[in-house]
């Protein structure tokens, strides 16, 4: 593959559009009275909100970016080995934070040091200092210094750490690795793959095969020899977020050979094609492993979200790369170079609203006003990202 090396515009407004769509989601639960269709579905029930496609999206964008983001690394000559290291040093950060917010979600602060409040601030604090997108004019010593005391303060969040688990106190320990890990498991797989692959689209088609399969084998309980091993070494989502990015890795691979070429009637068409047959197929397989369910992974949802992914895509590729209106989305611009920055500060500003006992008045969380007041908290997230992005204060791993 002759890596295509242009930044596109299309990814970064689809990833914005997604983080602001999953800052909005994640911010529903502040609310009451408002439409089923928003949320997430219960973990038994056939079927699917909004809130269960944007976890999808965003991995589907994870693999889009993998082909371009490797490939500039090629074009300036990078070893495999140094690309190795860039991939397992990312995923690696994505898996330490995803592995703390995880256990957040169990603190217990009746028994822990700290206020949940003061640790879950301080948490997000000691990320920046380790993984900020450091100047280069800021001396190597400094810049270690700085990120040390991040991981110092890690440590000691770590050490004072106390979570309850039933009924009884327990410390950090590996759950479902939260939505940073799952990403960051799923980038590592993804993204392997693409690279000792070198890009050759046949071995990506057959790596998303694979994933797929490997889901629908589990969902439909064809695996069952393999349950003893289940606990000690498995693939995340059984199988179906590894899918999701490696069905935007080909979709990326396949759009950098058109777009290289210009063939754009082609493209629309062939992704036109391929997403509709993705939603047929979703349905088509709907009875295997339990129906749509993002809680359980089934096959059939992220066929469904795959489909979705693609056709959106497609829409975005034709109104921003081609037509040009990338200016439509220059307000959320920030959340689709400084995702992880925009992903991250509610993760200051809740605690920060909570420690000081501000609450809204209720009309402002109820029904379509609530529905507002949320959509203007995403905005303005991504908004406080730009700007803390202008003070050289963004994350990036």
């Not at 359980?296 to 992914?309: K, L, M």
Request: glycine fraction near 10%.
């Amino acid at each position: 593959m002759r890596p295509f090396t242009q930044r596109l515009a299309s990814i970064d407004v689809f990833r914005a559009l997604t983080m602001l769509l999953m800052i909005f989601v994640n911010d529903l639960g502040t609310l009451k009275n408002i439409p089923l269709w928003l949320e997430h579905t219960k973990a038994n029930e056939d079927g699917m909100g909004l809130a269960d496609t944007v976890f999808p999206a965003f991995l589907f964008i994870v693999g889009l970016s993998i082909p371009f983001a490797i490939g500039n690394r090629w074009a300036k000559g990078a070893s495999q080995s140094n690309i190795l290291g860039h991939i397992l040093i990312r995923s690696f950060a994505l898996l330490v934070m995803g592995f703390f917010h995880v256990n957040l979600e169990n603190y217990n602060h009746t028994v822990a040091l700290l206020p949940r409040t003061v640790w879950e601030i301080l948490l997000t604090i000691s990320f920046f200092f380790i993984w900020l997108d450091y100047p280069s004019t800021l001396s190597k010593r400094k810049k270690i210094i700085l990120q040390g005391i991040g991981a110092g303060l890690l440590v000691f969040l770590a050490a004072v750490y106390k979570g309850e688990k039933d009924g009884q106190t327990v410390w950090l320990h590996p759950q479902w690795w939260g939505i940073l890990g799952l990403i960051g498991w799923s980038y590592l797989l993804a993204a392997l793959v693409f690279q000792f692959s070198k890009g050759r689209l046949s071995i990506l088609i057959g790596g998303f095969l694979f994933f797929t399969l490997f889901n629908i084998a589990t969902k439909a309980g064809w695996l069952h020899m393999l349950d003893p091993i289940k606990h000690y070494i498995w693939i995340v989502g059984d199988g179906s977020l590894p899918a999701l990015t490696m069905a935007g890795i080909v979709i990326g691979v396949l759009y950098s050979s058109f777009a290289e070429k210009e063939q754009y009637n082609k493209c629309y068409w062939l992704f036109s094609l391929l997403g509709i047959l993705m939603l047929a197929g979703g349905f088509a397989i709907r009875p295997l492993g339990g129906g749509i369910s993002k809680i359980h992974a089934t096959p059939s949802w992220v066929a469904i979200c795959t489909g979705i992914s693609i056709l959106f895509f497609t829409g975005l590729i034709w109104l921003v790369d081609r037509k040009k209106k990338q200016q439509w989305f220059a307000i959320i611009k920030p959340a689709g170079t400084y995702t992880l920055t925009a992903y991250l500060l509610p993760y200051i500003i809740y605690p920060l609203v909570q420690a000081a006992g501000f609450y809204l008045p209720v009309f402002l969380l109820t029904g379509a006003v609530g529905l507002v007041k949320t959509f203007v908290f995403a905005l303005l997230i991504i908004m406080l990202a730009g700007l803390l992005a202008k003070w050289r204060i963004r994350l990036k791993v």
